[in-house]
């Protein structure tokens, strides 16, 4: 089933979300679990802002009916994690993987996922144009993250619930609007991190900006 028109931006890319049994999935960080061998493997990360390459990263995602589960492998030689008072704006100063979900491409509202290597989500919700609120939070027992450390990188693996995504009005017809995308800081100096952005689609703004809609792919889950 195809969504309308207004839903999906337009030449969307698409990610097909694989469906596995019940109960065969466990997280434990590490993205070993036999399960994702079933996955596709999403690697066309790009800096869209910068000519240089960008370091490797990968996106895998599999649902069991109950929920998504999505593994982000990032190659990166000097990660970086802020820790100073240990809250979720500190993860915006750090290395890190991201996941933004539309209900349309008004982004009215959209709502994002932002992990770092520790496991730290800055969680929040916005709206168009780069309205956040930062005091929102993804439904408590929701969402579920976890990471490893690993030579020149980092593995995060998280699940979010269907039910979640259901009932932020995420989720149509087994197919959801998302960005896909990355930080990868270079240093922190005076409390301000230096940031290189990578992403899987390259938006369409001359300056880097993911919250546009052209930013966002779909997720169709099979």
């Known amino acids: 089933m195809v969504l309308a028109e207004s839903v999906v931006?337009?030449?969307?890319?698409?990610?097909?979300?694989?469906?596995?049994?019940?109960?065969?999935?466990?997280?434990?960080?590490?993205?070993d679990n036999k399960a994702w061998n079933k996955a596709a493997v999403l690697s066309d990360f790009s800096f869209p802002w910068e000519k240089e390459k960008a370091p490797a990263t990968s996106f895998s995602a599999l649902w069991d009916g109950k929920w998504l589960y999505c593994l982000y492998r990032v190659k990166d030689d000097s990660v970086i994690t802020l820790v100073k008072n240990n809250n979720k704006i500190e993860v915006g100063a750090s290395d890190r993987v991201e996941i933004f979900m539309?209900?349309?491409?008004?982004?009215?509202?959209?709502?994002?996922?932002?992990?770092?290597?520790?496991?730290?989500?800055l969680d929040y919700r916005?709206?168009?144009?780069?309205?956040?609120?930062?005091?929102?939070?993804?439904?408590a027992k929701q969402l579920v993250i976890k990471t490893?450390?690993?030579?020149?990188?980092?593995?995060?693996?998280?699940?979010?619930?269907?039910?979640?995504?259901t009932g932020l009005g995420l989720l149509k017809n087994r197919r959801m609007l998302a960005?896909?995308?990355?930080?990868?800081?270079?240093?922190?100096?005076e409390g301000k991190a230096g940031l290189h952005?990578?992403?899987?689609?390259?938006?369409?703004?001359?300056?880097?900006?993911?919250?546009?809609?052209?930013?966002?792919?779909?997720?169709?889950?099979?």
């Open 102 to 121: 539309a209900r349309d491409s008004a982004l009215n509202p959209y709502y994002c996922l932002e992990m770092d290597a520790k496991g730290r989500v």
């Open 9 to 31: 931006p337009a030449k969307a890319q698409t990610y097909v979300v694989k469906k596995i049994p019940e109960n065969v999935m466990r997280l434990n960080g590490k993205g």
């Open 148 to 165: 490893s450390a690993v030579k020149n990188g980092y593995i995060v693996e998280l699940a979010i619930s269907i039910k979640s995504l």
């Open 197 to 222: 952005w990578i992403s899987w689609i390259k938006p369409d703004a001359p300056r880097p900006d993911f919250h546009i809609p052209s930013a966002f792919g779909e997720l169709a889950l099979e």
């Open 179 to 189: 960005g896909l995308f990355r930080a990868e800081c270079k240093n922190i100096k």
């Open 126 to 139: 916005a709206f168009f144009y780069r309205k956040m609120d930062y005091a929102w939070q993804w439904p």
